[in-house]
């Protein structure tokens, strides 16, 4: 199974539009800092690929991607689907760019595709261009992707968070935030992609501890970041992303998993991280993590 690094960054992006904070200048100026919304797509058998969020970059990124870009048929393309862990908009305004596809398979839990047909009412939107062909992502239950025999998914619940736009939407259930554990029937190998890790519930904790290559939320460098950048009162434990470093940090759990590899992203701009000669690179690899870059492609 291949799974590939299409983009590491949290809401906005680096550099994000209307900010000009050091990561977001630095960036600017240096094009190896950028970073394209997080996302990872998955391998689901030879030459089909189904992507993980849709991001607002989702265009570029699989443009940027030799095995994602389309061909030989004029109109043919190894993008087979899209897999939702929540309805964020970061993670969703990508379906609207993928409207020149005949239909787009979305796969996705009950609340998350309640939020999109309910709040953004995408289903209609998208009706005149793409028809959306949903697939339910049943909470604990592998579904094999792409109806096929290699890779499977299985959707852990991480939180009940529900996006701001959905705040009163009644909706089927209350899986809103999913990490995703990918299995590899042939290898038996796994990874889990969880880029929102609002707490660390047992499921979630399990499935770590079962994977072979983690992915996992580095939106905060620690709790305090978000406040001191000035743009919120929140904490990041207030936003819903566990940090990285301090007392509550995810570092410390994912220096004990026995997974081979472990990866942070999804990183906000304001991370000292985004600099990549930032000393929390050393000490991260100290720990056996690393954060993870574009492009990356693993094997497992
Ligand atoms: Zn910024």
Request: proline share 7%.
């Amino acid at each position: 199974m291949r799974v590939r690094i299409l983009g590491t960054a949290a809401g906005g992006g680096v550099p994000q539009w209307n900010c000009a904070c050091e990561g977001c200048a630095a960036a600017r100026a240096h094009p190896s800092w950028r970073r394209l919304h997080a996302s990872i797509a998955i391998e689901a058998s030879g030459g089909r690929w189904y992507v993980v969020n849709a991001t607002p970059d989702i265009a570029e990124q699989i443009e940027t991607s030799a095995d994602l870009r389309p061909g030989p048929g004029r109109r043919q393309t190894p993008v087979a689907g899209v897999v939702l862990t929540d309805a964020e908009l970061d993670h969703t305004l990508g379906l609207p760019r993928l409207r020149e596809a005949p239909s787009l398979h979305v796969i996705a839990t009950a609340a998350v595709r309640d939020a999109l047909a309910g709040g953004l009412r995408l289903d209609r939107v998208l009706a005149p261009y793409a028809g959306l062909t949903w697939s339910d992502l049943p909470e604990d239950k592998p579904v094999p992707l792409d109806g096929g025999e290699h890779v499977e998914i299985r959707a852990v619940r991480v939180s009940g968070k529900r996006p701001r736009y959905a705040a009163g939407l009644d909706v089927r259930d209350d899986a809103w935030s999913s990490a995703l554990h990918v299995t590899d029937r042939r290898s038996g190998k796994s990874l889990v992609y969880a880029p929102a890790v609002a707490g660390w519930p047992p499921g979630l904790d399990r499935a770590l501890a079962a994977a072979d290559c983690v992915i996992v939320d580095g939106t905060f460098w620690d709790d305090d970041e978000p406040r001191r950048s000035g743009f919120t009162e929140r904490t990041a434990t207030e936003m819903g992303h566990l940090p990285i470093s301090g007392p509550n940090g995810t570092a410390e759990r994912l220096r004990t998993l026995p997974a081979t590899r472990r990866l942070y992203t999804h990183l906000n701009n304001t991370n000292p991280l985004v600099d990549p000669g930032h000393d929390g690179h050393r000490t991260l690899a100290g720990m056996g993590i690393e954060v993870a870059s574009e492009g990356l492609v693993i094997e497992l």
